[in-house]
DNA sequence: CCGTGTGAACCCCTTCACAGCT
DNA sequence: AGCTGTGAAGGGGTTCACACGG
């Protein structure tokens, strides 16, 4: 949102008006943004570039990481073409899959290579970050050849808990879960009647089960 | 997880074996099912299918629900031919883009038909969820129209925060996002410099700012 | 006067630990 | 003997409300 608001010429934001476009609480914002230091100014808000750099600091976004893509299927090629992921410093650099249809191809100009190849390409082209997009059953496979290549971070899409070893971090999308999910709010509704809750701005709300 | 038990054939899983293999502590495992009854039985554990259809009901999952997919791009496109969604009991049924090449072709058997169809298509098809795969900036319009047609319940891709009416949910999915919280604890832990904290099952964990 | 920064209250989820049932 | 169900303790994030500074 910074960014956006980067872009359209604004020089400083109040965390009332940040909350407003991202859908949080001014409150939690102020907070949130106080433990990286006082880069506010009373009265006035937050200088907008300034923020946006110490945010990019503290985040770890100020310099760009490769990602390996695991898994060539229907969303692997999404994901492959997805320009997203360059644009916010996420170079997709390497293409795996076990399918020799698919291996040699080449996808946004980058080659499909046999996931036999995962240590070594990956140690050379400095690859951080590893995208899991295969089947189910192949996904454990394919996470130790990434750990043996020195990826630490693992973005996982396939539907399996993985098992690695502590300093890995893994975050796990799955996004059949993400409609179930929503389904389980569509039921609730029906079966408490419309409960006045919400208001307009709903994103990620929980909903408990309890009485 | 209670899916994959059944068709490997067990009758019965302890919670400390459910939470095993799923990455959760037991005590909030058994906790949660006890807000939707009794159904364990003591010193034994939870009868597989007993408790996959319980939970089945509770969650809303028992019938079918048919979903819309706006945004024929990359990821839209793989997300119309992902076989996921229909064997969870979410078939695609409708697909929409404004491009006119897109207009006409068919995906999966599926016709892709212009944005303008969206009220008539989701109310005659009975689409209970939308899911938003367009660029940013055409993402909010799409979303009056799913809300137009009766849509209640959306999962957005764009990456930006959708403005609904209290009855709508939204859930939002930024792949790119997924990534920056990976670059995030990789920043992280080059600052503290390793700390033992996580080990072996880390899925989604918090990690904080505060000294 | 306005908006940040923050102590304190609050609330809710998480986890422990064990009583109670099979 | 084993495992569920749950009261109670604990912890942590969220929100309030206001002092402080521009």
Avoid: W
């Amino acid at each position: 949102m910074l960014g956006e608001l980067g872009e359209q010429g604004a020089d400083t934001v109040s965390s009332d008006e940040l909350a407003a476009a991202t859908g949080v609480n001014p409150a939690k914002l102020r907070k949130d943004l106080s433990y990286i230091g006082s880069y506010g100014i009373r009265g006035v808000g937050y200088e907008v570039s300034a923020l946006t750099h110490q945010l990019e600091r503290v985040l770890g976004l100020n310099h760009r990481q490769a990602v390996a893509l695991v898994g060539i299927g229907n969303l692997g090629h999404a994901l492959a073409g997805y320009g997203g992921f360059d644009g916010r410093g996420f170079p997709v650099t390497a293409l795996f899959d076990v399918d020799p249809d698919l291996v040699g191809i080449h996808i946004n100009g980058i080659l499909v290579q046999d996931v036999a190849a995962i240590p070594e390409v990956c140690r050379a082209r400095d690859v951080t970050i590893g995208m899991i997009t295969t089947p189910g059953p192949a996904a454990q496979g394919v996470c130790d050849l990434l750990v043996e290549a020195g990826v630490r971070c693992i973005l996982n899409f396939a539907p399996v808990v993985l098992q690695v070893p502590g300093e890995v971090e893994v975050r796990k999308v799955d996004l059949a879960v993400e409609l179930q999910i929503l389904a389980f709010h569509v039921a609730r509704r029906n079966l408490t009647g419309g409960d006045p809750e919400s208001n307009g701005h709903v994103v990620n709300g929980a909903g408990g089960l309890k009485p």
